[in-house]
C-alpha cells in the first residue's frame, strides 16, 4: 500500500533556529497535510496544500506541495520551545478525497531554550 | 465551539474483553473517521462512517466494527480484545465534501492487561 516517509525522525535543535523537514512518497497525493501532535494530545492540523508547486505559510511554519505530487516539506523559522512535538505529514490515498489518511511516521523536534 | 471530544480518556481492559469507545464531532461536521495510534507510530485508518453507514474501512478485523447515531456522533466497538489492540484511539470528524481537512479529537488511551 502507499506510504509515506518522513525524515528526518528526529531533531534536537536550539531555540531560534530554523527547521527543515520532508516527507516522500512512491506514489502521486493530491492533497498533503501537515499535522502536530503535543503529549497526550489528538494532531492538530496546520497548514493544507492542494495543488502542485503550491506554498502556503501559516505564521512562523511555511509548507509546500512538491511539483512531482509525491513530497511535501515544513519549514520553521525562528524556533521556540512550544514547537516541540511530533510532526505528522498526512494525506488521502490516490485521487480520492475521502475521509483515509495515511500518515507518515512522524519526526520528533525537540528544542533547546 | 466545541471541537471533537472523545470518552472516556484512558480505559484499561483484559484480554478478550469488549470495548465502547465514544466521539461527539465537532458543530458542522457530519463525517466521522477512526484512527489507530501506537506508541511511536502515525495514526492507522480504521474506517469512516457518513449518512450513519460505513463508507471506507482500512485494514483491521471484523473485531473493529462501528456505529454513527443521527447526530453524527460515533461510536467504535471492538470485541475479543488482544494485547496488540493496546493504543491510542482518535476520532476524527470533518464536513462532507471533497478537500475538507479533519479534525482530531484527543483521543482515547486504551491498555490492555
Known amino acids: 500500500g502507499q506510504q509515506l516517509n518522513q525524515s528526518p525522525q528526529s531533531m534536537f535543535i536550539q531555540e531560534g533556529e530554523d527547521v527543515s523537514m520532508n516527507c516522500t512518497s512512491s506514489?502521486?497525493?493530491?492533497?498533503w497535510l501537515w499535522y502536530k501532535q503535543d503529549p497526550g494530545e489528538g494532531p492538530v492540523l496546520l497548514i493544507a496544500?492542494?495543488?502542485?508547486?503550491e506554498l502556503t505559510s501559516n505564521g512562523r511554519l511555511t509548507a509546500q506541495f512538491g511539483i512531482t505530487r509525491k513530497d511535501s516539506f515544513l519549514n520553521i523559522s525562528a524556533s521556540i520551545p512550544s514547537d516541540v512535538g511530533i510532526y505528522f505529514c498526512a494525506g488521502p490515498p490516490g485521487s480520492s478525497n475521502t475521509g483515509k489518511l495515511i500518515f507518515g511516521q512522524g519526526t520528533t523536534l525537540q528544542v533547546k531554550p | 465551539d466545541a471541537g471533537v471530544t472523545q470518552s472516556p480518556t484512558h480505559l484499561i481492559k483484559t484480554r478478550g474483553q469488549q470495548v465502547t469507545l465514544r466521539c461527539s464531532p465537532k458543530?458542522?461536521?457530519?463525517?466521522v473517521s477512526w484512527y489507530q495510534q501506537a506508541l511511536g507510530q502515525g495514526p492507522q485508518f480504521i474506517f469512516q462512517?457518513?449518512?450513519?453507514?460505513?463508507?471506507q474501512r482500512g485494514n483491521f478485523p471484523d473485531r473493529f466494527s462501528g456505529h454513527q447515531f443521527p447526530n453524527y456522533s460515533s461510536e467504535l466497538n471492538v470485541n475479543a480484545l488482544l494485547l496488540g489492540d493496546s493504543a491510542l484511539y482518535l476520532c476524527?470528524?470533518?464536513?462532507?465534501?471533497?478537500?475538507?481537512?479533519?479534525?482530531f479529537g484527543d483521543g482515547t488511551r486504551l491498555s490492555i492487561l
Open positions: 496544500l492542494y495543488k502542485a508547486g
Open positions: 458543530s458542522g461536521h457530519d463525517t
Open positions: 462512517y457518513y449518512e450513519e453507514e460505513e463508507r
Open positions: 506514489s502521486i497525493f493530491n492533497t
Open positions: 476524527a470528524s470533518r464536513r462532507g465534501g471533497a478537500g475538507q481537512p479533519q479534525h
